[in-house]
Every structure is written in structure tokens, then in C-alpha cells.
């Protein structure tokens, strides 16, 4: 419900209206009249059925996904001058500016480009409590909430398979022309879909049981953390055909090494070393 207005951000995260009985998730809804214009000009009233559910499941992974960012804002606030920000951590800032700024000499707040902006305290709380809530509206007045979600969760499914294909696995056949070069560049994206969901199917079931049980859910790790950390995790070559494995003390990477039941301690690795670790991959 982050777009929505504020009176139905309000609704949403009101207790009031939810089974508080389950800790890990809870749902309501209620119906609303909408207005449209017809094409002739005249009005025509509907009723639309709104269902907005909390997951903790859901929770934590936005908290987690948002860690980061979050403790960057308190550092900005905490000391502006210390900060050089990049071009994505100043897209992601913008939303929870003010739009006036302060005139750190006089304290007053004045418009002015050149005058360091100021943290919308109100945004940013509004951000932090909205984490692991979900809207739905649907035309379907008399289907069960659980039923509405359970089929919107369905559909979010087939969505998010054009949406990680287009941006993490890149896609869009930019470089290839011919029809025979963009069919096997499509092949080639296709199945490393397949093998990401494999992998994150196994980072799922190793998660642990606050990340929810249904494993249809959920990807476990997202998919552009799943692509950075194989990306990272490098090996090398060293004189006498020795290695050393790059990258592999990060979270991500240790989680997928849990997934697959390897240890790849840190080490100089030999050929034979390398085959035997590849040996014990679990990979189903």
C-alpha cells in the first residue's frame, strides 16, 4: 500500500479489523465505492473489495533488504559532511527529502539548492512501518481474503519471472540481431532462470523456519543477490597451478554454500582439491 493515500495507509496499518491471534500473519478487507467516467461523460458507480494482509515472512525480508540503507540514512543525519553518496544511494534518498532545506548557519529554514537537505522523519517512518504489508483490490466482492490472496500470489509468480528476467538476467536482446542469435539468447536466459529458481529453492529450505514453511512463497535469496555473489565468488590461478578462492566470507555466498552442504574454507587449492569440493555439491 506505499502508493496508496494516506487515509488507506492509515486503514492498512490500523490493528483494528485483524485476527491478532497469529503472530506470523494476518489479513482484512472491506469494500469501497469507486466513481468512473464513461466515454459519453456520464458517471458510473462500482464496488471494489480491498484486502490488505501483513507476513512476517515478508517482514523480515524487506527489513533485511532495507538494512543497509537504513543504517546509511542515520549516518547521514548523524554527520551530512561525512558522506560522499553514489547516483543509487541519491535515487533512493530522494523520496525522503523535504522539500525545503535548512541554513546550517542560521538554522532557518529556507528554499535553496545549495543548502543541505533535510531527512523527512515522517516519510521515513512511514516507510519503516509499511514493511510486510500487502494490498489487493479485486472486483471479486464475495471471494474469501485468504482465497483473493492465495490467487494474487499466483499471478505475482508469473510476473516476477518476465520481471527477473528483464532486469537481473538481462534479456532484452540488445547485442544479438539475427532471429537465430535472439532464439538462442533467449534459450539462454530462460535456463538460467531455471537455475536460478533451482538455487534459490535451495537457499529456502535452509533458511529456517521463521522464513515460513510454504516454500512456494518465497525465492529465499533474491535473485540480483543470488547473481552478485556467484558473480564475486572468483578463484585465482596462482604459480604451479595452485588457487586461491576469492570472495567467500560474505553472507550470501555462505548461504549458498550451506544450500549445497560444501565448506570451502580459506586455503591455497590445488586441481585435485577443486575437483573433490565440486564432489560433494548436493545440487537436488
Same mark, same amino acid.
Given at each position: ?76 543525519? =548523524? ?5 560522499? !553518496?553514489?547516483?543509487?544511494?541519491? /535515487?533512493? *534518498?530522494?523520496?525522503?527529502?523535504? %522539500? $525545503? ?90 535456463? =538460467? ?5 533451482? !538455487?534459490?529453492?535451495?537457499?529456502? /529450505?535452509? *533458511?529456517?523456519?521463521?522464513?515460513? %514453511? $510454504? ?70
Amino acid at each position: 500500500p506505499r502508493k496508496s493515500t494516506k487515509a488507506e495507509i492509515a486503514w492498512a496499518i490500523s490493528p483494528e479489523g485483524y485476527d491478532l491471534s497469529d503472530e506470523k500473519f494476518r489479513c482484512k478487507s472491506r469494500e469501497v465505492k469507486r466513481k468512473v467516467k464513461l466515454a459519453d461523460g456520464t458517471e458510473r458507480e462500482y464496488k471494489e473489495k480491498v484486502v490488505v494482509y501483513w507476513s512476517k515472512e515478508f517482514y523480515e525480508r524487506e527489513r533485511h533488504e532495507n538494512a543497509s540503507f537504513l543504517a546509511f540514512v542515520e549516518k547521514l543525519k =548523524a554527520n551530512p559532511g561525512g558522506f560522499r !553518496i553514489t547516483a543509487a544511494e541519491s /535515487q533512493s *534518498l530522494r523520496r525522503f527529502l523535504k %522539500k $525545503d532545506v535548512l541554513d546550517r548557519k542560521t538554522g532557518n529554514v529556507l528554499d535553496g539548492t545549495k543548502l543541505a537537505a533535510m531527512i523527512d522523519d515522517e516519510k521515513l517512518s512511514e516507510f519503516n512501518a509499511l514493511f510486510g504489508y500487502y494490498q489487493i483490490v479485486t472486483s471479486e466482492l464475495e471471494m474469501p481474503d485468504r482465497e483473493v490472496i492465495g490467487k494474487y500470489h499466483g499471478l505475482t509468480q508469473i510476473e516476477d519471472q518476465f520481471r527477473e528476467m528483464k532486469s537481473t538476467i538481462e534479456t532484452r536482446p540488445i547485442y544479438v540481431r539475427t532471429r537465430e542469435h535472439i532464439e538462442a539468447h533467449l534459450m539462454v536466459c530462460f535456463i =538460467a532462470l531455471t537455475m536460478m529458481r533451482i !538455487i534459490q529453492r535451495k537457499t529456502k /529450505q535452509v *533458511l529456517g523456519p521463521e522464513h515460513g %514453511k $510454504d516454500l512456494n512463497w518465497t525465492y529465499g535469496l533474491p535473485g540480483a543477490r543470488l547473481s552478485k555473489a556467484l558473480a564475486d565468488w572468483q578463484a585465482d590461478e596462482l604459480p604451479g597451478e595452485y588457487y586461491r578462492i576469492q570472495n567467500a566470507t560474505g553472507e550470501d555466498i555462505r548461504l549458498l554454500f550451506r544450500a549445497f552442504g560444501i565448506e570451502v574454507p580459506a586455503k591455497i587449492y590445488t586441481k585435485g582439491d577443486i575437483r573433490e569440493l565440486k564432489s560433494t555439491i548436493d545440487p537436488f
